[in-house]
């Protein structure tokens, strides 16, 4: 069922526990996801980035998305994954979304509250969740054309910019830095959780974090009963199902399809055991 993410993230936030962010770039990971979350009966916000639209373009991937949300029993939300400028969120809400995200983490605090400020007024409008990113999250190895290695560090969040974007701006989640970065890492990142208790205590908004791909299985959990409602994982998925796909050497195109399928349907399944998702 197509849900929103405003309720299943208060709820995560309530309870403890995290719901996987699982990025999608071609039918066959949008149907691994939601099979996946279907069999275990568990929620799921499934995300596509903008960036990724070199690979599936947007109008695919709303089609794509709610398609296979409709046959789920299992609340799911189809996410848009750092929006990069209001028209490509507005063509998201038009298409059916259930909840946006707009990056405007490269701009000062007053540029990205201002920034996001518009995009939760045209969200709302339209019933729409969004979410906005502070601090900025770096970048590891790169891995396809949606990542970049720019060798950049994470900034942290601080709790007080944490509570002014999203006191003045109004948004419904609020995604942190606190030490990890998109893509693969050269070794496992270190993460600041005095920092991530600070901003669970004092931020009233359900909290995201991004780059959760191979942070480690440890530092994951311990952020997902942390404070983080939603944790945001791509990079594993590909790689685990490449992976998957050279183990088994496949003899023909079928036997290619259910390698990386099964690649990627794992890697979901054991984070679900990793953030201690449960049923709602």
Do not use: W
């Not at 770039?25 to 639209?53: E, F, N, W």
């Not at 790169?142 to 701006?169: C, F, H, M, P, R």
């Not at 270190?190 to 004092?202: D, P, Q, S, T």
């Not at 003899?251 to 990627?264: A, H, K, L, P, T």
Request: proline share 2%; with cysteine; hydrophobic share 40%.
């Amino acid at each position: 069922m197509l849900v929103s993410t405003k309720e299943m993230l208060q709820e995560a936030k309530k309870r403890g526990f995290a719901i996987p962010s699982a990025n999608f770039v071609d039918q066959l990971s949008v149907r691994t996801h939601i099979r996946t979350a279907q069999k275990l009966g568990l929620p799921l916000i499934l995300s596509y980035a903008q960036a990724h639209s070199i690979y599936l373009d947007i109008e695919e991937a709303a089609l794509l998305g709610k398609l296979y949300i409709k046959k789920a029993s299992v609340p799911v939300a189809l996410h848009l994954d750092h929006g990069m400028d209001l028209a490509f969120i507005e063509r998201a809400v038009e298409l059916g979304f259930t909840s946006v995200m707009i990056d405007a983490s490269m701009h000062d605090l007053a540029g990205n509250i201002e920034i996001t400020k518009k995009v939760v007024m045209f969200a709302h409008r339209h019933n729409i969740t969004v979410e906005a990113e502070i601090g900025h999250v770096g970048t590891g190895i790169n891995v396809g054309q949606g990542e970049t290695d720019l060798g950049d560090n994470s900034i942290y969040t601080t709790v007080n910019e944490a509570k002014k974007i999203a006191e003045q701006s109004g948004l419904d989640s609020l995604a942190v830095s606190i030490g990890t970065a998109h893509g693969l890492y050269k070794g496992t990142p270190k993460i600041n959780f005095a920092r991530l208790g600070e901003l669970a205590e004092h931020i009233d908004v359900p909290l995201v974090l991004h780059g959760g791909s191979s942070s480690g299985y440890e530092n994951l959990e311990k952020c997902a009963l942390g404070g983080i409602a939603k944790i945001n994982i791509y990079t594993d998925f590909i790689v685990n199902a490449y992976t998957r796909l050279r183990q088994n050497l496949p003899e023909n195109y079928f036997e290619v399809r259910d390698s990386i399928e099964q690649g990627m349907a794992d890697t979901l399944e054991h984070y679900y055991k990793v953030f201690h998702t449960q049923k709602i």
